[in-house]
């Protein structure tokens, strides 16, 4: 397929501008105190992530010289130096909102940090306390030199760099601190060399926010800021000339030659090994850091320069985030949501009878995920179950889910687990997970050589007087009980025979390593997802060009796949009106005349993540809506085992043919992306504000009561007891 780069986006440059968008939520003052702080820690875990991975990637392919440009005509350089200029922004911004705006109103609000240049006696007092009595029994200085091997630094850990004078360098018993480390050095190069150097690793056991006594709200100080001003403590009669903070960042660009690996799960711990030795994508260190300082750890760690940022202090916001749950400071924070009740679901009975009765839409956050977990937790216990097969991509540390498969393995049940060992950054804790099933007895299934397995799908296989029966539960979101309190996913619980045979034919399939059968009802990526949904856009072209009423609603995570991209340009020119939520990365371009006039594209930053993929294509007025894990992404189309699943019972399409029509609404929190790739943030203007997310939990609590009040309504006379 021929690909004009005028019709693309930049991936890279779509995502930056998707992580401002969330930096605005920090820079917007209608936004509670320590949300904004919230979403500044976001911004900087994004970041991180995206200089892992994306930026990694992109580096390994200027080493490798590869001229190739992507889907928009950047070549890797080209992207590289406007990475570096759009990051470089947000990150002055970033310090910009945290030190002029949030941390000075945080201390009106009495959250204050102490920094101990400017520590009074109490502060300073017990500052030293804590250094005497938790860090220095903690911490070890290492002495470096470029002349000698630089110790392994780990990745996005802080450190304290301290330049000492070399005159007068003894260590401990009169030792010479290259001495005590085993490095020798020759005069010369001593000549060269006008100072020593040292490093402080701060590690993780320590907590970085360190409480300081204060009379009334909350007093801390940084642990790094600690260590800095007490330096002197590691390193007595020696004169410290500065010290500063500094961390790396190591390319997670790494992936296991699968064919080379006879055990799947040895390999993986070969991977998170190797990303422990990867290269370095870049170096932070406080912009107070002397020049001679920077300098030196650039060479010792052989860092480029352009992957040198000199920030300000503190390096690393996302380490800030337990500021965000301080105990005493809820005006501070938004309103909470308690997740929902379904109405639909019966918490006296069981969640088999319930499922049985109807299909169930459950939209998460604002109705409880429980349900869920209350399925596979029964599962285990019924003695009718006989078997359970689940897909795990991420889990809790702590998981319930897990916990009953692995008892309903020890109760003699037959339970099959796809647990996705290549989930980036879940790797060891999945390897973890998988060890834990399969000693008790759980068949576990390491996914499909080549794929990483992305489905979210259970079934429970049960024993009932008519016959056997499936029950499914079918999701976008992860088996994750804590992540679902604050993701935007939605379930679909059913016994519906046809889902529940294609399911298991699904399982089959992966498990067996056998040949696909067709299915009936759903798709699986990579074998026919992309093909079904260009299906369905040509079937909406065909009913326009007919004269016929034809439309296309999408909310999902992302949209980079060229493929479909063009065949919505195809919809467009045709007539075909078509709305996309997308929320972080999106390749196309709307908007352009002649080429997608009739494409709109909202993006909605909120409390609540967004990450239901729901599709609605309007089929003549007889509704196709579905649910996927896939976004629209050539990973997901080609390179993941993915679900696309059909919403057929009435209340669920219109379930989620609401949620589709809300966040088109949304005059709060949308953003309206530009044909430039810019982005402008929607306003209310004449009409009343529309908030999506909170229109969602509003409904969810309004449900529940009218479902409660019903009840009540209801005169249910006592019966007589039946005699034996």
């Not at 687990?417 to 060890?435: G, H, S, Y």
Request: charged fraction near 25%; proline fraction near 5%.
């Amino acid at each position: 397929m021929a690909i004009n780069p005028a019709h693309y986006i930049n991936r890279e440059m779509s995502w930056l501008e998707f992580n401002q968008r969330v930096l605005d939520q920090a820079c917007d003052s209608k936004v509670p105190l320590l949300e904004r702080l919230k979403f500044l820690a976001i911004t900087t875990s994004n970041l991180d992530e995206f200089f892992q991975v994306r930026v990694g990637s992109l580096q390994l392919q200027q080493r490798a010289s590869i001229a190739s440009t992507d889907p928009s005509g950047l070549s890797v350089q080209q992207q590289l130096d406007r990475i570096s200029q759009r990051t470089s922004e947000m990150i002055k911004l970033k310090y910009k909102t945290f030190l002029d705006d949030i941390e000075p109103t945080l201390a009106r609000a009495g959250i204050v940090r102490v920094r101990m240049a400017s520590a009074g006696v109490r502060h300073l007092e017990a500052a030293a306390r804590i250094m005497e009595e938790e860090i220095l029994p903690v911490l070890a200085p290492i002495a470096v030199s470029k002349f000698d091997l630089f110790p392994m630094l780990t990745n996005k850990d802080l450190y304290v760099c301290v330049q000492m004078s070399r005159s007068k360098a003894s260590g401990p018993l009169g030792l010479s601190m290259e001495a005590l480390s085993g490095i020798e050095v020759s005069e010369s190069e001593t000549a060269q060399e006008p100072f020593r150097y040292a490093i402080i690793p701060l590690g993780k056991t320590l907590s970085r926010v360190m409480t300081l006594p204060t009379d009334v709200g909350f007093t801390y100080t940084l642990l790094e800021d600690v260590v800095s001003h007490f330096a002197d403590r590691f390193f007595p009669n020696e004169a410290i000339r500065a010290t500063s903070t500094f961390r790396i960042t190591r390319n997670a660009d790494v992936s296991i030659q699968e064919d080379n690996a006879a055990d799947l799960l040895h390999g993986m711990k070969e991977l998170l090994q190797q990303r422990r030795t990867s290269d370095y994508v870049r170096m932070e260190i406080s912009d107070s850091a002397p020049e001679e300082m920077v300098e030196f750890l650039r060479l010792s760690l052989q860092v480029h320069p352009n992957r040198v940022a000199r920030v300000p202090d503190p390096i690393d916001m996302a380490t800030l985030m337990p500021l965000t749950s301080l105990e005493g400071f809820d005006h501070l924070r938004d309103t909470p949501w308690p997740p929902q009740r379904s109405p639909l679901i019966d918490s006296t009975k069981s969640m088999f009878s319930t499922i049985a009765e109807r299909d169930i839409v459950l939209f998460h956050p604002y109705e409880s995920f429980e349900p869920v977990v209350r399925l596979v937790e029964e599962a285990a216990d019924d003695p009718d179950v006989l078997a359970i097969k689940q897909t795990l991509y991420r889990t809790s540390r702590k998981s319930p889910i897990v916990a009953a498969l692995r008892k309903a393995a020890e109760r003699g049940k037959y339970v099959t687990v796809i647990v996705e060992l290549k989930a980036r950054f879940d790797e060891a804790r999945n390897i973890e997970w998988a060890q834990e099933l399969e000693a008790a007895g759980v068949q576990v299934i390491y996914g499909v050589k080549h794929l990483k397995t992305h489905a979210k799908t259970c079934l429970i296989v049960r024993r009932e007087p008519h016959g056997i029966v499936r029950y499914l539960h079918v999701g976008t979101g992860n088996y994750n009980e804590i992540t679902a309190r604050f993701y935007s996913d939605v379930s679909l619980l059913t016994c519906d025979v046809k889902l529940g045979t294609d399911t298991s034919a699904f399982f089959n399939a992966v498990t067996g390593y056998s040949e696909p059968q067709e299915f009936s009802e759903i798709e699986v990526a990579p074998l026919g997802l992309r093909k079904r949904l260009l299906a369905l856009i040509e079937a909406e072209i065909d009913r326009k060009e007919q004269g016929v009423e034809a439309s296309i609603s999408a909310k999902l995570n992302s949209l980079v796949d060229p493929i479909l991209i063009e065949a919505m340009y195809r919809a467009s020119q045709a007539g075909v009106n078509i709305r996309l939520n997308v929320r972080g990365i999106c390749c196309l371009r709307p908007g352009v005349p002649g080429l997608s006039e009739n494409i709109s594209v909202v993006s909605i930053v909120d409390r609540c993540l967004e990450h239901a993929r729901i599709f609605h294509f309007y089929h003549g007025g007889d509704d196709r809506v579905f649910i996927s894990s896939a976004d629209w992404m050539p990973r997901n189309l080609d390179r993941r085992v993915e679900l696309l699943v059909p919403i057929e019972d009435p209340t669920g399409k219109r379930i989620c043919l609401t949620v589709l029509d809300d966040y088109f609404r949304d005059n709060l929190n949308a953003w309206v992306l530009q044909p430039d790739g810019s982005y402008i943030r929607k306003v209310a203007g004449d009409q009343p504000p529309f908030r999506a997310q909170e229109k969602q939990y509003q409904a969810a609590v309004q449900q529940l009561k009218e479902a409660e009040r019903m009840r009540r309504s209801v005169f249910e006379p006592h019966q007589k007891a039946t005699e034996a």
